[in-house]
């Protein structure tokens, strides 16, 4: 199918980053797969350390209406990044980061061992937020993972950051598309839960823009 919804730019890039565990990899499927739902054409390119032992994961996607395009995002060039982990929001921001770059992050932190020995410092979450802010033209934060602790898996997570995507409206997709994708992905009794996930993320960008609005 031939998509008529309009990018920001082609092609839109978008860096999906976490840590081992978080679900990342799921996160990314999930988002392609609603895209492609609309027509688009995806490439998918991931980088995993250590993410067994809670390392960094990294999936690039590339997102456009006419071409495919490699599945390396060049530096710089990141339209939009989700980072399931704080501190890794900076990381893919050094890299991939320009002054219209878009950022959703999750901000509860998993610490390294070198932070858990004392041996390194880990910043505050003001500090992360006003370095994001300096380094991007919109920025969102949100308490994902213990929203998704209220439902009874922290692993839920990466699906309220996907409900706060598709609030931001950066991209063209939709409830519908979610609980389309899902739906082919989940056993039926996972679903409802998912759902609520993928609400709760969307509600809290929806509270954030009408305060915005409303200041």
Known sequence: MKTTERLARDPYNIVITGVGGQGN?????????????RGFRITIGETFGMSQ?????????????????????????ADMVVALEPVEALRVLKTYGHPGVKVVINTRP???????????DYPTLREIEDSVR???????????????LKLGN???????????????????????????????????DKLAVNLQAFDIGAAKIETDQKKIINS
Request: net charge positive; charged share 15%; aromatic share 6%.
């Open 154 to 188: 922290p692993i839920l997570g990466n699906i309220i950051m996907i409900g706060a995507v598709t609030a931001i409206r950066e991209l063209p997709v939709s409830r519908e598309d979610f609980q389309e994708v899902i739906s082919q992905t989940l056993p039926p």
């Open 53 to 77: 032992r809670g390392g960094a994961v990294m999936s690039h996607i590339r997102v456009s209406a006419r071409s495919q395009w490699s599945p390396q995002i060049p530096r710089g060039k």
């Open 110 to 120: 998993i610490y390294p061992v070198g932070v858990i020995t004392g041996a390194l």
């Open 25 to 37: 990899v799921m996160a990314s499927r999930v988002l392609s797969n609603m895209l492609v739902r």
């Open 134 to 148: 300096s380094l991007s033209s919109g920025a969102w934060f949100l308490d994902a993972t213990d929203e998704a």
